[in-house]
């Protein structure tokens, strides 16, 4: 159905200008994503993941083509309509976390509330709400050096969730993590896809966070090399 397309590309082109030799980031990406997908970009370093998602999440534009994002197209909006979508429909997710240090728990996810109209009295139950998705809710008084690599992750999953957005976009968020807590925190995001019917983006070259996925597209020097819808569960190891 068309009104469940999120995400749209279109003959999607990334130039980096780069001296006399200009780099193509991005070929002519052609990928759409419905709402409720639990899709990874994967691909070795350097073949456009990290481009791609920017774009999507309106934080780059293409040089050629379109990305067309909750009906918009991105190339076309100025920065402050580009900030309003960011702001209303998108939750990023970094792998080095991207936490404020000088800031409590709290304040690092209650952050996106106040970029926005929501009422004081309404941040705190939903800043208490994400952090109960993430279990964390009591170490919220914490500072971001009182917690593991796992919980800092943790508490930047709940800082992209807290607007309730559309679509998470999460750039390799367990390459810092160990075993363990990589699987912990694609359990968490799993479950956000399932209950609250979130789409998430991610890129990785992690085998365990492909084995998650519904949908592995991989990219090749920038151009979609192959694109597979799982249908059966993985064994998990
Ligand atoms: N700001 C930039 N300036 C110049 N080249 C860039 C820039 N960002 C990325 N690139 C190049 O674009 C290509 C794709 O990079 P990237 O999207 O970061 O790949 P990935 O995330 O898959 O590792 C690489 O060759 C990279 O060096
Ligand atoms: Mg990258």
Redesign the pocket.
């Known amino acids: 159905m068309e009104n469940d397309i999120l995400i749209q590309t279109k003959d999607l082109v990334k130039i ?1 200008p ?1 001296g006399s030799q200009d ?1 193509v ?1 991005l070929e002519k990406v052609n990928l759409t994503f419905k709402k409720g997908e639990f899709a990874a970009l994967v ?10 998602l920017n774009i999507i999440g309106s934080l780059d534009t293409p040089t050629r083509g379109s990305a067309i994002v909750m009906g918009l197209e991105v190339e076309k909006l100025s920065h402050k309509k580009s900030a309003e979508l960011r702001n209303k429909h998108i939750g990023f997710i970094f792998q080095t976390f991207n936490l404020l240090p000088v800031y409590t728990v709290y304040e690092n996810v209650e952050f996106p509330l106040l970029l926005s109209d929501v009422p004081a009295s309404e941040r705190k139950q939903r800043v208490m709400q994400a952090l109960e998705w993430v279990k964390l809710a009591d170490r919220h008084r914490s500072k971001p050096n009182q917690l593991s690599g796992g919980q800092s992750q943790r508490v930047a999953v709940a800082r992209a969730i807290v607007k309730m957005p559309s679509i998470v976009l999460a ?1 390799e968020p367990t390459a810092n993590l160990d075993a363990e807590n990589s699987h912990n925190v694609m359990q968490i995001m799993e479950g956000l896809n399932k209950e609250l019917g979130m789409t998430f983006i991610f ?1 990785t070259h992690d085998e365990k966070v492909v084995q998650y996925m519904r949908r592995i597209i991989s ?1 090749d020097d ?1 151009r979609v090399a192959k694109d597979e819808f799982v249908k059966s569960v993985k064994k998990r190891v």
């Open positions: 980096y780069m780099l980031a691909g070795p370093s350097g073949s456009g993941k990290t481009t791609l750039d890129s990219l920038g």
